[in-house]
């Protein structure tokens, strides 16, 4: 009699060759492009991410990838290759080779300028007379000779 072997319910294990992924990693590839040449979706990798020896795989072969394509910069840079000697330095040394200008914003309080402006003249202004207002409007003379004085204080107006 044969027996049965029953099925074990949920997903089949996917196990990820540690090798390969170091090596397309190396190369300079993208998560979803690694993927897609190991036959694994991407939520797969990224859920066994967080397992030591996936995630040493991945750093690994992107360090491999950045450490040779740094090389070869370095030495068309030593070759006099202009455009990757500027490269270089500006990624390298940033403070002293960049080709950005820096914005500088500032605030000016106008209250602080006047204020300031006033300190500076000072009783200068104290001395000055201030003009005189007339206002015709409120005229109650007929004659456009008269006209009204609302400057005038009352003592000048009773005598």
Same mark, same amino acid.
């Given at each position: ?106 605030? $000016? =309080? ?7 402006? #006033?300190?500076?003249?000072? *009783?200068?202004?104290?001395? &000055?007379? %201030?003009?005189?207002? $007339? =206002? ?7 004659? #456009?000779?008269?006209?009204? *004085?609302?400057?005038?204080? &009352?003592? %000048?107006?009773?005598?």
């Amino acid at each position: 009699m044969e027996q049965k072997v029953a099925k074990k319910p949920g997903r089949k294990p996917i196990n990820i060759d540690i090798e390969e992924l170091t090596r397309l990693s190396g190369m300079g590839l993208s998560e979803r492009q690694i993927c897609a040449a190991m036959d694994i979706s991407n939520s797969t990798l990224t859920r066994k991410k967080h397992i030591e020896q996936i995630e040493h795989a991945l750093k690994k072969g992107r360090a491999k990838a950045v450490a040779a394509v740094s090389s070869k910069l370095f030495d068309n840079a030593l070759e006099g290759k202009e455009t990757s000697a500027i490269f270089f330095l500006k990624n390298r040394d940033p403070e002293n080779w960049r080709d950005r200008q820096e914005v500088i914003t500032a605030s $000016i =309080n106008l209250n602080d300028v006047i204020s300031g402006a #006033k300190d500076r003249l000072g *009783d200068s202004l104290a001395t &000055k007379q %201030k003009p005189r207002v $007339i =206002n015709a409007v409120k005229s109650t003379h007929k004659e #456009k000779s008269n006209v009204v *004085d609302n400057q005038v204080s &009352k003592n %000048k107006d009773t005598k």
